[in-house]
C-alpha cells in the first residue's frame, strides 16, 4: 500500500509550535524548552514541518522514523540533535511517545550577539542527520545540566538579562557541543578511516575517468553526495583525521596530477590546465604558485 504524502506545515514562531503542538503559550517569544512527553501533536496524518529556527534536542525511547532532509537519524538512546532554521522535518510511523528535552530559539534571539555570526561555523547544525551526536552518560548528564539552567532563567520573570543569561548558557552548550562532536569522530576512527579511503577511491576514479573533461573541476559537495554526508560534516571528519579540509584534499589531488604531467609530458599549461578541469589556465598557474610556490613553468625546469 501507498504511504500518503505528508503534509507539509511551515512554522515561524514559537507561538505556532505551541499551539501544533498542544501546549500552552509560550512565556518568552524567541527561546523555550520543551519536554518531548508533553507534545500533543492532533493529527490523524503524518506531517512534514518546516521549522524557521534552531533546534537541540535530547532524544530517548523514540519507536518512530524521523527524516531530516533526505536522509533518517540514526538515534537510540542519549543523543544531541541539531537542526537549522528552513530544514523538513518528517515523521513516520510513530508507536511511542518520545521522551527527552526540546530547546529551541529564533535566530533573532542571538542576532546582535557575537554567537549570531559563530553560529554558521558549527557544522553540526548543518551535518547530514545519520550523524547525531552520541552522548556517553557524563556528556549527557553535562548537557541536560545547561537546558535546565536554560529552563530556569526561561521560567524566570523577564527582566534585562534575561536575554543574556540565556544566551550565555546556549553559547556554553554549544561549546561543549563542538567538543563531544570532535570526541565522536576520534572514537568513530575506524568507520572514519574507511570513509578516508572511499573519499580518496573516489578522488581517483574522477581524475582517471576523465570526468574533469565532462564536468570540470570536481567539487566538495560532488564527493559529500556520493558518500551520504553533508559537505560540512565531511570537511571536518577530514579535518579531524588528516588535518586538510575536502577542498584541501581535493587541491593536493590536483597538484600531484598537475605535477605528473608537467614531468612526464610535454603538455603546454594551458592544455594541462584543460585536462584538469580548468576554465581559464590563469585560475590553474595561480593555484599550482600558491601551492608550489613555484610557477608550473618553473616546476618543469626544475626538472630539466
Not at 536522509?71 to 518528517?90: A, H, K, R, T, W
Not at 548543518?126 to 545540566?145: I, K
Not at 594541462?272 to 580548468?278: C, D, K, R, T, W
Request: glycine share 4%; charged share 20%.
Amino acid at each position: 500500500m501507498k504511504r500518503k504524502e505528508n503534509k507539509l506545515i511551515t512554522i515561524n514562531s514559537l507561538s505556532e509550535l505551541h499551539k501544533l503542538s498542544g501546549l500552552p503559550k509560550p512565556k518568552n517569544p524567541l527561546i523555550g524548552l520543551i519536554n518531548l512527553g508533553d507534545i500533543s501533536i492532533q493529527s490523524q496524518e503524518p506531517l512534514s514541518l518546516v521549522l524557521n529556527f534552531y533546534t537541540i534536542s535530547i532524544k530517548r525511547c523514540f519507536d518512530s522514523k524521523l527524516k531530516y532532509g533526505q536522509n533518517y537519524y540514526d538515534f537510540d538512546e542519549g543523543v544531541l540533535v541539531f537542526m537549522e532554521p528552513g530544514q523538513i522535518i518528517s515523521y513516520y510511523d510513530c508507536n511511542q511517545q518520545p521522551d527527552g528535552l526540546w530547546l529551541i530559539f529564533h535566530p533573532d534571539l542571538i542576532r546582535h550577539y557575537p554567537l549570531g555570526k559563530n553560529i554558521k561555523n558549527l557544522g553540526f547544525f548543518s551535518y547530514s542527520v545519520n550523524e547525531a551526536l552520541h552522548l556517553s552518560e557524563s556528556e549527557e548528564a553535562m548537557v541536560e545540566t545547561i537546558l535546565k539552567n536554560i529552563e530556569t532563567e526561561y521560567n524566570h520573570s523577564i527582566d534585562q538579562y534575561s536575554q543574556d543569561v540565556m544566551v550565555s548558557q546556549l553559547e556554553l552548550l554549544l561549546n561543549y557541543s563542538n567538543r563531544f562532536y570532535n570526541r565522536q569522530f576520534i572514537t568513530r576512527k575506524t568507520a572514519s578511516n574507511d570513509l578516508l579511503i572511499k573519499m580518496e577511491a573516489l578522488l581517483d576514479e574522477y581524475f582517471t575517468s576523465g570526468k574533469m573533461l565532462e564536468f570540470g573541476l570536481p567539487t566538495v559537495q560532488q564527493f559529500a553526495d556520493k558518500l551520504n554526508l553533508s559537505s560540512n560534516y565531511l570537511s571536518d571528519l577530514l579535518r579531524t583525521l588528516t588535518g586538510q579540509s575536502t577542498q584541501q584534499h581535493i587541491q593536493n589531488k590536483l597538484i600531484e596530477k598537475a605535477k605528473e604531467a608537467l614531468t612526464t609530458t610535454n603538455l603546454s599549461v594551458s592544455e594541462i590546465a584543460y585536462q584538469l578541469g580548468f576554465g581559464h589556465p590563469q585560475s590553474f598557474s595561480k593555484m599550482f604558485k600558491n601551492k608550489m610556490n613555484v610557477s608550473p613553468l618553473e616546476y618543469r625546469a626544475s626538472f630539466n
